[in-house]
């Protein structure tokens, strides 16, 4: 069973940086493209950033130059640093993964999402 476990969300001022984890385990043959994506209150899910397995690396408009995407693909970690972080930023954010079962199988995984709320 494959699991996505998002960690390090919470309530954090304006202009904060706090940097959000994901760990994926279980019964792993490879990873391939893994990133985060978040939903505010009343608005559908949106990519924040995403990071391929030789570390290419593509992020939304809003947070590009803010925010920076990294993995540690022997422990299938991502990470998500925030920097400057403003009331826009308040949201759900969720771990992606493109997860391998075996040679010719995968499919994607999400994690259940970390809160992260931006207020003062």
């Known amino acids: 069973q494959v699991q996505l476990v998002e960690s390090g969300g919470g309530l954090v001022q304006p202009g904060g940086s706090p940097r959000l984890s994901c760990a994926a385990s279980?019964?792993?043959?490879?990873?391939?493209?893994m990133g985060w994506y978040r939903q505010a209150p009343g608005k559908e899910r949106e990519l924040v950033a995403t990071?391929?397995?030789?570390?290419?690396?593509n992020y939304s408009g809003s947070v590009k130059g803010r925010f920076t995407i990294s993995r540690d693909n022997p422990k299938n970690l991502v990470y998500l640093q925030m920097n400057s972080l403003n009331a826009e930023d308040t949201a759900t954010y969720y771990c992606?993964?493109?997860?391998?079962?075996?040679?010719?199988?995968?499919?994607?995984?999400w994690g259940k999402g970390t809160l992260v709320t931006v207020s003062s």
């Open positions: 279980g019964s792993i043959f490879s990873i391939n493209d």
């Open positions: 990071i391929t397995r030789d570390g290419s690396t």
């Open positions: 992606y993964a493109f997860i391998k079962l075996n040679q010719f199988y995968g499919r994607d995984y």
